[in-house]
């Protein structure tokens, strides 16, 4: 069954530093989003993606944050400066309809900010 | 008012017990509305998808949707160990890059 999947699982970086998360969507999919859950709390929006394109962007979204897809099968998230409260779990999802609706998950990229 | 609340939990059962999980929600534009399972640090797993009112049934989970209460349910039969997780309400509109809105999640816990 495919799957959408992320990586590096698991990223320790110290604050200033730049990091990408990667993530590979399904293969036939159209529309991508990040979202980010701090421990604890609930999952949230950040980006949604089409056509590439951003769609829509939370207020998290700063400056601070881009994404980019660089070639047909790859969909990253960049923080260009990394903070202390950007530690969370990061996930990408997607999805291929034209409609709103469900959306599929990565298993996330686990974020420490030291 | 959140967009989205979702009992706080814990949830302890016994096994063999039915589950109901319940969210409520403020926003009417809210059209599709979506059941995750996530395991400890592990990513939302997609279990039910329904659009607008109604009911969906799948095996021993049941998805209702009552939009006139904007309230959701997800009802869970014979009840496993093996479904405790933590449960995540999740709901969007119509738009094609409609965003998720996720209520913060429930944890089951069904003792064997």
């Known amino acids: 069954e495919p799957e959408v999947t992320q990586t590096p699982s698991h990223q320790v970086t110290q604050m200033g530093q730049e990091v990408i998360l990667r993530c590979v969507p399904i293969?036939?999919?159209?529309?991508f989003y990040w979202y980010r859950q701090i421990l604890g709390q609930k999952v949230e929006f950040l980006v949604s993606f089409y056509n590439n394109e951003i769609s829509e962007k939370s207020e998290i979204f700063d400056d601070q944050f881009s994404v980019e897809r660089p070639d047909g099968s790859n969909f990253t998230l960049k923080i260009r400066s990394t903070k202390l409260e950007d530690s969370a779990m990061y996930f990408c999802?997607?999805?291929?309809?034209?409609?709103?609706?469900?959306?599929?998950f990565g298993p996330g990229t686990r974020l420490t900010v030291t | 008012q959140k967009e989205v609340e979702q009992d706080p939990g814990p949830l302890s059962v016994p096994e063999g017990a039915i589950v109901s999980l319940n969210c409520t929600y403020s926003n009417s534009a809210f059209q599709y509305f979506m059941w995750y399972r996530q395991y400890s640090r592990k990513g939302p797993e997609l279990l039910m998808y329904?659009?607008?009112?109604g009911n969906k049934e799948d095996g021993r989970f049941t998805a209702q949707v009552d939009k006139s209460s904007k309230y959701i349910s997800l009802f869970i039969r014979d009840s496993q160990p093996s479904d405790s997780a933590t449960y995540l309400c999740a709901m969007s509109g119509t738009g094609a890059n409609s965003k998720l809105t996720f209520g913060k999640g429930i944890t089951l816990s069904v003792r064997p």
């Open positions: 329904t659009y607008s009112s």
């Open positions: 293969s036939n999919h159209l529309y």
């Open positions: 999802a997607s999805r291929w309809g034209t409609s709103g609706g469900e959306q599929y």
